[in-house]
């Protein structure tokens, strides 16, 4: 299978807003709802949002009210928009499929909030 490919991630300060993406093949894409985690030095690997194929997308109760998971099928891309960033949201950012195994691995894209 074609990997999923995140992107997007920098250097913010915070207060300030940035946007992942998450590149998937089509037919992956069409089947199944994706996940984002992350995994901060020294922290557990962290569900931070889930967007299914239908209905509302979940969010971890740290991230609630500050970042917005979206499809865009024209891209084949899941987008995790965050907002009001803190310096706890400092990690590697990660997707997967949800199907089979998921969690903190692979390519990832970091996300760091600092002054």
């Known amino acids: 299978q074609v990997p999923l490919v995140e992107s997007g991630g920098g250097l913010v300060q915070p207060g300030g807003s940035l946007t992942l993406s998450c590149a998937a093949s089509?037919?992956?894409?069409?089947?199944?709802?994706m996940e984002w985690y992350r995994q901060a030095p020294g922290k557990q690997c962290e569900l931070v949002a889930t967007?299914?194929?239908?209905?509302?997308?979940n969010y971890g109760d740290s991230v609630k009210g500050r970042f917005t998971v979206s499809r865009d099928s024209a891209k084949n891309t899941v987008n995790l928009q965050m907002s009001s960033l803190k310096p706890e949201d400092t990690a590697v950012y990660y997707c997967?499929?949800?199907?089979?195994?998921?969690?903190?691995w692979g390519q990832g894209t970091q996300v760091t909030v600092s002054s």
């Open positions: 997967y499929f949800l199907t089979g195994a998921r969690g903190c």
């Open positions: 089509g037919s992956m894409f069409r089947m199944y709802g």
């Open positions: 967007i299914r194929t239908i209905g509302s997308p």
